[in-house]
């Protein structure tokens, strides 16, 4: 995780191991995650000007998209995609991102692409 740099993917950017568990630093997301975000737009009226459009959503789509793009293109495979694991930087339109984040089941998806015969007949 540490490797990706991508716009729509959260950044690791530290871990500290002084602590009895161990503690990763990840970028701020000041809007939390996406799926306490939709719940909570629901109760916006539509003038509120944080309320969501249908071309806000489709952006907030477009940024979870791009982000598995870039993680087929590193050859991972998130394995847990959903609203709880992404992340909104801001609640106005124009700072707006979504990033995908808790890699925790995140893999390698061609690292098991090698087979050994081990006493079998294939």
Do not use: W
């Not at 609203?83 to 990033?99: F, G, M, P, T």
């Amino acid at each position: 995780m540490s490797d990706f740099r991508h716009k729509h993917v959260l950044r690791l950017l530290g871990i500290c191991l002084d602590a009895d568990s161990p503690l990763i630093i990840l970028e701020l997301m000041e809007a939390g995650d996406l799926l306490t975000y939709l719940r909570d737009s629901r109760k916006l009226r539509p003038s509120d000007s944080h309320a969501l459009r249908l071309q806000d959503l489709l952006a907030m789509c477009e940024d979870v998209a791009r982000g598995c793009c870039y993680l087929e293109e590193q050859h991972f495979v998130h394995r847990d995609l959903a609203c709880r694991n992404c992340l909104i930087s801001a609640r106005n339109r124009k700072n707006r991102i979504v990033k995908i984040g808790d890699f925790g089941l995140a893999r390698d998806i061609y690292k098991d692409d090698y087979y050994r015969k081990v006493n079998a007949i294939v």
